[in-house]
């Protein structure tokens, strides 16, 4: 398995068409906008190899009969599932961001059992191709989302708003269109392109899951713009080593090889796919977000020690509350993988109903948190000046005595960078969205309450039957 220094140096070898504010970057491992999202990834391969987190870091893989890193792994038993959560937490908090990788571990997991259910041939191909990702150690970027144009409209009235097969050769296709909102693009080895939603009879040829390198020609891709990204490498940056990415990616007349084609119009397997993403991928944020909160929390409860009211009986409470809510959202992504059971094709599942009760939860609570966290933190906190100024020679003791201490003031930047500055991305607005936004969850929740037998209890126990 790769050490982080060695995936940081497997970044330098691709020849990427990555645009940043119009311009063309030649290596994004020295940019200051994009390398911190590489140190979040590279935290994943660290903790491969840290005696304290490597049990829940790796796994044993029996396509390479030796271990190979957890976000590359199957769900073979559902330790597997519990494991995942604890180390998403782990890393939430290592890092205080997206370590971008879930999204990947999510799709292989779902694409093998779509490919188990759509015929031998496809799940031979699709386990050849992981078996290579597992040796070589590499990051995926699970792209699923469409850009969708008007939501009212089917893809085959608006083909040019999702991606899409627009030639079929005997030796593979030609891709063309984007995905959007692509956690950690930039910073991955290979592309696993797949559908983003339930399709019909007639739009097959949106029906296609497939792996790409990323720095194939006709790959391109934009990167997202964050709030205060600017700030990245000053004093001010919030988070002074890790950040998330999100990218636009286009594939520009794409030809994608039979090797590298693992769902080619199989409405029915893309179905099952899109499926059983949702539900891994929903409890997935039983970890990371926690994670995260628990970086939020320790920030809150320094600055209140540092503002001599950290003992007062309201901020004890407000705290707790954090601790509450950001347990409650573990709790259930961690029921949910207890909860699981067994596919045909001999992975682990989730339990459906408590993955989406746990994203629907991940849609309000950490906006609760975010709340008492600015609360707790002061106006300071979106109105101090920059922390430069704290040195100049002139205004450095002005701002001294209204700042008050360095731990202080660099604190505060941190709950502005995850409240609502360049962190506040995968705190709050991925909360909302990712994975499917709020009317998703309940969807599901509605469809898996079985609210014939509710009734019928309850009508019995009234006396009513």
């Known amino acids: 398995m790769r050490t982080a220094t060695e995936y940081i140096e497997s970044l330098r070898d691709r020849n990427l068409q990555l645009w940043v504010d119009g311009e063309l970057v030649a290596d994004p491992t020295e ?31 029996d396509l390479v009969d030796g ?4 976000f590359t792994h199957l769900f073979r038993e559902p330790d597997d599932l ?31 059992i779509a490919t188990w259910e759509s015929g031998p ?9 992981l078996t290579g990702v597992q040796t070589r150690d590499e990051v995926i970027c699970g792209a699923m989302t469409d850009a969708k144009g008007n939501r009212a409209a ?68 934009i990167l997202g713009k964050q709030p205060s990204e600017e700030r990245r490498g000053t004093a001010d940056a919030g988070n002074v080593r890790f950040s998330g990415q999100e990218c636009v990616v286009f594939f520009e007349d794409v030809f ?33 977000k926690p994670g995260k909160f628990d970086t939020l929390i320790g920030a809150v409860s320094a600055l209140t ?23 409650t959202i573990h709790g259930v992504g961690l029921a949910a993988s207890h909860k699981s059971t067994q596919h045909g094709a001999g992975l682990w599942q989730v ?59 660099k604190l505060l930047r941190f709950v502005e960078n995850l409240t609502y500055g360049a962190g506040a991305v995968p705190l709050r607005l991925e909360c909302m969205h990712g994975a499917g936004s709020p009317a998703a969850q309940r969807i599901v929740i509605e469809r898996n309450t079985d609210w014939s037998a509710r009734m019928a209890q309850a009508r019995k126990l009234a006396g009513l039957d």
């Not at 005696?51 to 829940?56: A, G, Q, S």
């Not at 039979?258 to 970890?287: K, M, P, Q, W």
Request: hydrophobic share 40%.
């Open 31 to 61: 940019h200051v906008r994009i390398r911190p999202s590489i140190n979040a990834v590279a935290m994943t391969y660290a903790l491969a190899h840290e005696e304290e987190t490597r049990d829940l870091a790796t796994a044993h893989s």
């Open 67 to 70: 271990p190979v890193n957890r």
């Open 82 to 112: 519990v494991k995942k959560v604890q180390v998403q937490r782990i890393l939430g908090f290592r890092t205080g961001t997206c370590f971008q990788r879930c999204v990947g571990m999510d799709g292989l997991n779902a694409l093998f």
């Open 121 to 129: 041939e496809a799940h031979a191909r699709f386990v050849d191709w």
């Open 154 to 221: 089917r893809p085959s009235d608006q083909s040019e708003h999702y991606l899409r097969i627009v030639e079929r050769r005997p030796d593979g296709v030609v891709l063309r269109g984007a995905k959007m909102h692509q956690t950690g693009a930039a910073n991955s080895h290979q592309i696993l392109v797949m559908p983003g939603g339930s399709l019909r009879e007639g739009e097959e040829d949106f029906a296609i899951a497939a792996a790409i390198p990323v720095d194939d020609p006709g790959v391109v891709m």
């Open 256 to 288: 994608v090889p039979n090797e590298r084609i693992f769902l080619n119009g199989d409405l029915a397997a893309c179905a099952t796919l899109v499926d059983a993403f949702a539900g891994y991928h929903r409890a997935s944020y039983g970890g990371c």
């Open 305 to 327: 020690e540092e503002a001599g009211v950290r003992k007062k009986s309201h901020v004890r409470d407000k705290l707790v509350e954090m601790v509450h809510l950001t347990e």
């Open 351 to 409: 339990d459906r109903m408590l993955a989406n009760v746990c994203k629907q939860n991940v849609t309000r609570l950490p906006y609760e948190i975010g709340r008492i966290a600015e609360d707790l933190a002061g106006g300071l906190v979106g109105t101090m000046p920059s922390l430069e100024g704290l040195d100049h020679e002139r205004i450095g003791p002005i701002l001294r005595s209204v700042v008050g201490s360095e731990a202080r003031a």
